[in-house]
């Protein structure tokens, strides 16, 4: 976010930062969004749907009136470098999904989650996905490789190329907007994954103290927050980019393979209301393919992923397995193959 709010200020007002200026203003913008999840969740909320409903407007106007100014002969140069940089980019960006599972996250504030829950994944999911595959067709027909190769801000040149320079700022303005929401929301859900944590004692109580004035989990905000402003502190941009998107796949891997474990399991009392369609073989091909994106991300994210699954073992072994003691849903595959076994 701080980089993109650099490339607005300075090609649409002409107004030169310095890093620290950047650093210092996606801090004081994450306090604010820690604010506001802690003083209320309909706020939130509510702040969320404007903004969306803003951007989805505007890109639907790019697209309508963006695509009959395109050109079919930049179509040509799209895969110049083959479809293996097709799926390097798509890697990069992957983060731009961890929405799906945000949704998820705040399941106990939704009305109806059985039925509401799984309708708004689905339906982020087509909006998400028809939007990138509308907008991406009308910016490279509107603008040369070599063009978007060298812009940090590839939809705005586009909107310029037909609106002009107020094309050019609105798109810029809609872009940090974009990541305001993504950071609004990220808070958000983030929140309520240490809340859910120490409930299942896997983290210390104090996280799961609801606000009662605010009915928030303010602790849990605070910590989140915190966390996210030291990322925005030390690290590199595309650096944390892509480590945000290296978890994200692996996030997906570990959703799909749990699903796995958990119908082949049997558990009496896991009982879902809604169940994903095509199993197992959609969450198999799911899985190889977000491993064959995962080996594109590089070294340094790969690294830092692997520190954050190094700390995560180490907790567990230091803290959680000397409070929780519980069966394993695997064991339950393993006891039925074996009494299968034992039949015959």
């Known amino acids: ?32 969004f820690m604010a506001v999840n802690i003083v209320s969740v309909k706020h939130t909320t509510r702040f969320q749907i404007w903004l969306v409903g803003i951007l989805l407007a505007l890109l639907a106007f790019f697209v309508i009136f963006g695509a009959p100014e395109t050109r079919a002969a930049r179509y040509g140069e ?6 293996l940089a097709v799926f390097a980019t798509a890697g990069l960006v992957f983060v731009s999904f961890g929405g799906f599972t945000k949704v998820a996250s705040i399941t106990e504030e939704v009305k109806n989650p059985g039925k509401n829950i799984p309708l708004g994944m689905l339906l982020a999911w087509g909006v998400v996905a028809l939007c990138y595959v509308a907008v991406i067709a009308v910016m490279v027909g509107l603008v040369d490789g070599s063009e978007l190769a060298e812009s940090l801000m590839p939809i705005s040149l586009a909107a310029d190329k037909f609106l002009g320079p107020a094309g050019f700022a609105i798109l810029g303005l809609a872009a940090v907007a974009a990541f305001v929401t993504t950071a609004n929301g990220g ?3 983030a929140s309520r994954y240490p809340m ?8 210390p109580l104090v996280l799961g103290r609801v606000s009662d004035r605010f009915a928030t989990p303010h602790v849990s ?5 915190a966390f996210m402003i030291c990322a925005i502190v030390f690290l590199d941009v595309e650096v944390l980019v892509k480590t945000a998107s290296t978890l994200m796949l692996i996030l997906f ?4 393979i749990s699903v796995i474990i958990m119908r082949e399991s049997r558990i009496q009392s896991y009982r879902p209301k809604f169940k994903s369609p095509s199993y197992p073989y959609i969450h198999i091909v799911a899985i190889l393919a977000y491993s064959t994106l ?5 070294r340094v994210p790969l690294s830092i992923t692997a520190g954050f ?11 959680v397995r000397t409070r929780v003691r519980r069966a394993s849903a695997v064991m339950h595959i393993v006891e039925r193959v074996t009494d299968r076994a034992s039949e015959q």
């Open 309 to 319: 699954i190094g700390l995560s073992a180490a907790w567990f072994r230091l803290y």
């Open 187 to 189: 808070i958000l859900a």
């Open 221 to 225: 905000v605070l910590l989140t927050g």
């Open 253 to 256: 891997i570990l959703v799909n």
């Open 78 to 83: 799209l895969l110049e470098k083959g479809w």
């Open 294 to 298: 995962i080996i594109d991300m590089g």
């Open 1 to 32: 976010m701080s980089l993109l709010i650099e490339v607005v200020l300075q090609e649409v007002f002409r107004i030169q930062l310095v890093p620290w200026h950047l650093k210092t203003i996606g801090a004081v913008c994450c306090k604010g």
């Open 196 to 203: 859910a944590m120490s409930r299942d004692q896997l983290l």
